[in-house]
């Protein structure tokens, strides 16, 4: 592939026949339970993969992790937003400005004090902000029990307040990336769904509008059966998959669609270890299937066309630097197979964080020509 | 310190109190020992810290690891520039760029065949490119071992070159990381003083020049007591330090000159975690700390003036999610102490990673104002 040698290493090299395969899959599988998606914008934080998902269609909206993702997906036309990361009071001027310009943006906590902190500035800002309450389904992070009393709490506070409107309830799965077998998932999709749905009952039962039902991770999208009360999934590294969901097992390595471009810049033969020019400010830090089945240490080595070399992996990183070597304990590399100055790719951990450290793709297009795609980067 | 109320979290704080402190005494350390500095530039990557560190003195340029540096620095007038990181061909051009516009760019390789590439290359750039041998002292990473044939070999292959200048020998004692004594300390530092000084006589002895003997890695630098024969020391991470460095002994947690502002968004009272606003996006993913004797998860918890508060950590962390607990198995935090919409402060387990998240510093500066310094984010 002549193309990739124009490009300067470490780069981020997205293959978008993977990528819309992807988008497509997930598409179909949330349609066909009668559900729309709001797929989550920051693994990619691009414009144009939005474009394509927003194109492929079956959304109702987006999910941003951040206000700086939400003006720049707004001002890029996308104006119905879930800003999925409970608010403070302090950034409310910011959201304030963006409802004020016309974006639908919803916010979310999950306890009294905020909300009633949110609210004293949102009525000083003169706004009205749409408030979802956070559940906790699986004990991963943050968000409220849906079976006990403080759920009906915070719902009668945002009811009683100057300035919020209760817009529903929504959760994160995030306890399924324990899983890893088909049952652990359909365990984790169910309970997300069921404990949901059981919120957003008991709110309406005690006489609250509960308008948006919000759900989603991709393992547990992957594993949804029924959707029925559920108005929305949410769901953001599908578009791109990684060796984590792969270890999971909602994806295969050939539906990784990005991974790190790299060039061999050494080798250190007593060791069988090849040197490159990409380290952890290309891969991250994320060490993510390193409680997994498989450990691909910093990521799974593949060839410059993307085909993975069973047993080769990074298996450290330096700010600059990465160390290629055999995976397996008495395994060594054949060095001959990677000549100083060629190139190789390097699949990630976790789509998310690898992508954070770029600032723009370099886009293997359907067509076959390469393409060079900003993304959103820093704060 | 309403001061602090203004900025969006989360966001990266600098002391410059602190900084210039870790900036002076390390100034003083390498001057006294009679040696010159060529700091680090990829800690920081700011313009404003680069300046700070000039003025004080005791340099003989930078060191960058990568061009996007390169160019960044250059730019803002630094010229004697060391990449640290081993030339590729493809890199070439780039290179030649900044020789012809006037910068003293130093490049570094550790083998014959990539030696040839460049050199190839820089001939039909038709420019001179000045090239030092990347020693290995400790098995850590890539180089040359000093007392091996291959050291004359690859220098005499740079000799009868048609474009390429022997620069010197140079090394990065990454091993002493592993160090926890002042005992161990001394050993790396020794080592690596001895064996880089053991391959520039080598190559003298043989008839070739060797101007420059570069060494350097924050914990060896901190354990120098002889640098005859050294031309430099190379070190990055002093000018912050963080817990990874406390670790290691060359600095106390006062030292530590950068933290991650954030917000409280709730509480999780039956698990007793305090839920914030910055995640991994923030903190990075390094978990440099995790097999040292302390492990401080994402970060030691510090009020919102920077004064650590004993056995409080961030043990969990999402993209913009962290989770603040007691680091004990058995303690339970004082959820009282962490008011919903209150401000903490992370610091980190690597400065570099940490710092490599954001695209500015809210500097706390020496005179008790408030400014924002930017740094080169992206590629």
Redesign the interface.
Known sequence: MNML?EI????LLLDEVVMRRNIDAMAARVAKLGGKLRPHL?THKSIDVAAIIEGVGGTCGFTV???EEAEYFFAAGYSDLLYS???????VP?VASLVRRGCKLTVI???Q??AD?IDARAAEEGVQLSVMI?L?VD?H??GLEPEGEELLALATAISNSRALVLAGVMTHA?GSYSARTEAELAFHAEREVARTRLAAQRLRAAGFDCPMVSIGSTPTASAYVNLDGITEVRAGVYVFFDLVQAGIGVARHEDIAISVLT??????PA?GWV?V?AG??AM????GTSDQDVDYGYGQVCDVDGQAIAGVIMT?A????G?IAASGADAKLDLARF???SKIRIKPNHA??TA????HYDVLRTDGSLARWDRM???
Chains 1, 2 share one sequence.
């Open positions: 040698d300067m290493t470490p780069s920051k992790s951040t206000l990361v409970g608010l403070s009071d302090a950034k910011k906590t999950d306890n004090a905020m902190r956070e906790d004990g992070r943050s995030g060039t061999v810049i050494g080798h250190q060791k040197i020019d952890w400010m991250s830090r994320d060490r450290g330096n700010q600059e630097h160390i000549p100083v100055g998310c964080s954070g450290q770029f600032s980067h820093g704060r």
